[in-house]
């Protein structure tokens, strides 16, 4: 029986990367994934970008939406200051088996949380089963389709408070022409395109940063 890209990800990050050292599991994976075989994780180009948002945000809280293997749970949270804590979310176990394994291997387990399972399940529930207010930065990176129902979901659910931000990958390709036409359209958001491309790749893609107005 073969394995799967994923198992073959952590395969690689277990055999070349160094245990405890977040950017060189970082390095392996966009390693691996630009010369051996395309992964859909947001790589080293767009990951810049949201390693300067980040910086620039600092967040305490912060949740990823689309874990997959890990990679940028790995990136934020090697970025990410004292007793602050990321929550991602992945729908696909998959993934998340894998993902816990390399979030471990980079040695960033206490400042992450993995939780399993649909988003538009679990967003109801992230006040009460985390004790949170809100996300200071939200990272949106699972399916586009669910992009602008989730983003409306945690208006509702008042996990947004003035000033939080929410940054979007893959806008262009595969794209999420609904979610974009609403962040740039409503009065509640400001909304900037970061022009960039599609991971391990010369098509273009981008991220969408956009500031909750309240
Ligand atoms: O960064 C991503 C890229 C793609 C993608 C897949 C096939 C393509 F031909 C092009 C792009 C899918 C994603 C799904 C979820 C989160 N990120 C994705
Ligand atoms: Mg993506």
Request: aromatic share 10%.
């Amino acid at each position: 029986y073969g394995s799967t890209r994923p198992e073959r990800i952590l395969a690689e990050v277990k055999s070349k990367a160094t245990r405890g050292d977040a950017r060189s599991v970082v390095d392996t994976i966009d390693q691996y994934c630009r010369h051996q075989e395309w992964a859909m994780n947001v790589g080293d180009e767009k990951g810049t970008i949201l390693d300067s948002i980040v910086c620039e945000v600092k967040p305490r809280a912060m949740l990823e939406l689309g874990t997959y293997c890990g990679y940028s749970a790995v990136r934020i949270a090697s970025l990410l200051p004292p007793n602050s804590r990321l929550i991602t979310m992945e729908f696909n176990p998959v993934f998340a088996a894998i993902a816990r394994q390399v979030i471990a291997w980079a040695g960033v387990e206490d400042k992450v949380v993995l939780i399993e399972g649909p988003s538009g399940d679990w967003i109801p529930k992230m006040k009460k089963e985390f004790g949170l207010t809100s996300f200071d930065l939200v990272f949106l990176d699972h399916w586009k389709d669910c992009y602008l129902p989730d983003t409306k979901l945690m208006e509702e659910c008042g996990l947004l408070r003035t000033g939080s931000i929410l940054v979007a990958d893959n806008v262009i390709c595969p794209g999420a022409p609904d979610y974009l036409e609403y962040v740039r359209g409503s009065p509640r958001y400001e909304s900037k395109y970061f022009r960039s491309h599609l991971e391990y790749t010369r098509v273009e893609d981008g991220i969408e940063k956009s500031v909750f107005l309240g």
